[in-house]
């Protein structure tokens, strides 16, 4: 570059899309270097397009965690995390497509078929590199996805450990347009602090709780109050039968303490604050089949892209 040239700032969306459970949550906390989105072990973790923003130097990259695209449509809220899911891919400059390097299924075909439609440039990333022990079992893997669409790059990675992603953030760098910042510079993401503590909340319960539960509640906040030095937080914990009730506040408490306890020192550390923490179990019969109660609990229209 010649020295009367000026450099051009960049700004671009880059949607992290996938089948549930692949690592894209995972992935994007990696690049943030932080800890934004909520991970489980179990598919379905996500349930909301969320933003997290990384700016370096003369580039800002806007990331969109999405909820896992799945074929599982029984209930309104099945369909809502597609929706979340497949919205994000429009308008946006770049589309990171995750698969788990150790399994291929039916429903990575089918977000496959949605990329094939759309035109923007796709990064696929073969994840969780660190637990394929014969790494010469990615050259397949590698071809059959290249033989499947015209993919910008293939990069296999651990978005767990670390490895591939500085070649996935350099390969990103290349395809964002020349333009001005939307976010400032020190902003991580675009969702408020109550929005992260909810999701937090809903993070214990997800990993602390067995097979089914997760998916029958949601959390919501009911107060958040800065009270001297202490914020104090009420949460409810919506589930769908009052069995489910009992399940989540355990014997004689113990679970919901335990819950509260764990989320109580994160959300310390996420916040910067002492919290006082509150959480409530009640009961709104098929709440996640209901597009109304769906809208009220803050699954809402308006959030998609
Ligand atoms: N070994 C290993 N595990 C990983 C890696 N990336 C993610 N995981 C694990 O895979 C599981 C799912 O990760 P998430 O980041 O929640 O997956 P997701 O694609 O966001 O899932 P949904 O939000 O449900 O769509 C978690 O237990 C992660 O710790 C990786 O590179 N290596
Ligand atoms: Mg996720």
Same mark, same amino acid.
Not at 130 to 134: A, E, T
Not at 214 to 218: D, F, K, N, S
């Given at each position: 570059?010649s020295?009367?040239?000026? *450099?051009?700032?960049?700004s671009?969306?880059?949607?992290i899309v996938? #089948?549930?459970?692949v690592g ?5 906390n990696?690049i943030?270097?932080e ?6 072990r179990?598919? *379905?973790?996500?349930?909301?397009r969320?933003?997290g ?5 003369l580039?800002?990259?806007i !990331?969109v965690d999405?909820p ?5 449509v029984?209930t309104?809220?099945n ?8 919205s994000s %891919?429009?308008d946006?400059?770049?589309?990171v497509?995750v698969?788990?390097g150790e399994? =291929?299924?039916?429903?990575d ?6 990329l ?5 440039p796709?990064?696929a990333?073969?994840?969780?590199l660190? *637990?394929?022990?014969?790494r010469?079992?990615l050259l397949?893997m ?5 033989g499947? %669409?015209e ?7 651990s978005?767990?450990k670390g490895? $591939? ?7 990103l760098?290349s ?6 910042h939307? !976010? ?8 408020s &602090?109550?929005?992260l503590v909810?999701e937090r909340i809903r993070?214990k ?7 089914e539960l997760? !998916? +029958?509640?949601?959390v919501e906040?009911?107060?958040f109050? &800065? +009270? $001297?030095?202490?914020?104090?937080? @009420?949460?409810?914990? =919506?589930?769908e039968?009052e069995?489910q009730k009992?399940i ?8 919901l #303490?335990?819950?509260?306890k764990? @989320?109580?020192?994160?959300l &310390?550390q ?6 006082f923490l509150q959480?409530?179990?009640k009961v709104?019969a098929g =709440?996640?089949d ?8 803050g !699954?809402r229209e308006?959030q998609?892209l």
């Open positions: 570059m020295g009367t040239e000026k *450099q051009q700032s960049k671009g969306v880059v949607a996938g #089948r549930p459970n894209k949550s995972t992935l994007m990696r943030l270097g800890k934004l989105s909520i991970t489980s179990k598919p *379905q973790t996500t349930r909301h969320l933003l923003i990384k700016t370096v130097g580039s800002q990259f !990331y999405t896992g695209i799945h074929s599982n029984e309104a809220m369909r809502y995390l597609n929706r979340a899911a497949t %891919m429009d946006v400059d770049a589309v497509f698969i788990d399994k =291929w299924s039916s429903e075909e089918a977000v496959l078929e949605l094939k439609k759309q035109r923007r796709v990064i990333i073969i994840n969780k660190d *637990q394929i022990g014969n010469e079992k397949p590698i071809e059959k996805l290249s499947q %669409m993919f910008n790059s293939i990069i296999p990675l978005a767990l490895q $591939g992603v500085e070649q996935l953030e350099k390969q760098e395809l964002l347009p020349e333009g001005s939307l !976010y400032d510079e020190d902003q991580i993401t675009d969702r &602090e109550r929005f909810a993070e319960l997800t990993r602390q709780l067995g097979q997760p !998916y +029958a509640l949601t906040i009911e107060q109050k &800065e +009270a $001297g030095k202490i914020t104090d937080i @009420a949460a409810v914990i =919506w589930v039968r069995g009992g989540v506040i355990g014997k004689k408490g113990s679970r #303490r335990s819950v509260g764990e @989320a109580r020192e994160e &310390e996420l916040l910067g604050r002492k919290i959480l409530w179990v709104r =709440w996640s209901d597009d109304r109660a769906l809208q009220s609990l !699954y308006d998609l």
